[in-house]
């Protein structure tokens, strides 16, 4: 197998590279990544395992960050004190992190893939005097890196997702528990009497007005970097990068947004990316009805099975029918240490 580094993803065919990461999610896929190539506060590249007919069999995006903007991202936010890398590998944005490997590979040759990835990533880490690191892997993810590594995996947060069964939004509400049906036809019910007017577009279309709500609520969360010229230029390079994919369900009161959800369709799940609320125009369940079931209706439209739920209020993410795994950090240790093999049979 031959390992390569390239710098961008669009010297990697889509319908290649889309082989490999349908399966992962959104954040790995090879049009939400040329949009992030847009990101100046890191360097991007990527790391690449073909055999020798030049089959794409494993495959990693890298960020040598210069400036992190997200807390999250932060490495002395979420890792200990003595950890400090610069590279990161695999997603660098939407907490849901794996490496790429094609479908069919049986355990000896993905971990292979594997070990190939681990140690081109850690030449580039090295080739820029530092390490590397995966942050918010999925548990099967860490399951697969976790040998490769020195330092064991560190939980980061939990991750919730929605299953939908059925066809449509009754299904999933019947698939609850009876006092959570009673819930959510309430929650629905009290939001409808709001008679706001909900309105399904592209991102393009309403980034200027989210931008302001999610401003808005970055702040309240303290994140006072995340102001409105910055939130409404992140969501115009979503909306440039992603085009119609990029989808919105907003509520408003005459010409004004009091909240809006921002979601993509992709494999058989949808992905939500950002929620937020003008909290001076409440609504009687609003966040409720922008979070989930509006969602979720597009879901079953759409003809997904899953909505991704992400991270925090796991709790009422659960009550709502999410299953919920962890999500874990690996973190490479100094350049002059062996790492393990890859493991055999």
């Known amino acids: 197998m031959i390992t390569s580094i390239i710098e961008s993803i669009h010297e990697v065919p889509a319908a290649e590279w ?19 190539e847009e990101d100046p506060t ?20 890298l960020y040598l960050v210069r400036d992190e903007p997200n807390d999250s991202y932060q490495p002395e936010t979420v ?75 560190l939980h980061l947060e939990d991750d919730a997702l929605i299953p939908l069964p059925g066809t449509g939004i009754d299904d999933y509400i019947s698939s609850l528990p009876s006092q959570r049906r009673a819930g959510v036809r309430r929650e629905r019910r009290d939001f409808a009497s709001a008679a706001l007017d909900v309105r399904r577009q ?20 303290g994140h006072d970097r995340d102001g409105i010229d910055a939130m409404t230029a992140l969501l115009k390079r979503q909306a440039t990068a992603m085009g119609s994919e990029a989808r919105v369900v907003a509520a408003y009161d005459g010409h004004r947004m009091t909240g809006f959800c921002l979601y993509y ?42 909505l991704h739920a992400g991270m925090t209020a796991i709790e009422a993410k659960r009550r709502r029918g999410a299953r919920v795994s962890a999500l874990y950090a690996l973190v490479d240790r100094s350049s002059g240490e062996p790492e393990p093999s890859p493991r055999r049979g």
């Open 79 to 153: 890792l200990p004190p003595h950890l400090r890398p610069r590279v990161i590998a695999g997603a660098r944005r939407g907490y849901h992190n794996t490496p790429l490997t094609a479908p069919g590979l049986g355990p000896e040759r993905r971990d292979a893939c594997l070990a190939l990835l681990r140690d081109a990533v850690r030449r580039f880490a090295d080739h820029h005097g530092t390490t590397h690191w995966w942050p918010y892997l999925t548990t099967p993810a860490a399951a697969r890196l976790a040998p490769l590594y020195r330092a064991p995996a």
């Open 265 to 306: 369709h992709y494999g058989t799940t949808t992905w939500i990316r950002a929620v937020a609320l003008d909290r001076s125009h409440p609504a009687p369940h609003l966040y409720f009805n922008l979070m989930y079931y509006l969602p979720v209706e597009d879901a079953y439209a759409h003809g997904t099975t899953a």
């Open 18 to 36: 889309e082989h490999l990461a349908r399966p992962a999610g959104l954040y790995l896929s090879h049009r939400w990544l040329a949009g992030e």
């Open 202 to 221: 592209p991102l393009a279309d309403c980034f200027e007005d989210a931008g302001v709500l999610l401003a808005g609520h970055q702040q309240d969360h």
């Open 42 to 61: 890191a360097t991007c590249a990527y790391a690449l395992v073909r055999d020798r007919a030049g089959t794409l069999l494993a495959a990693a995006p």
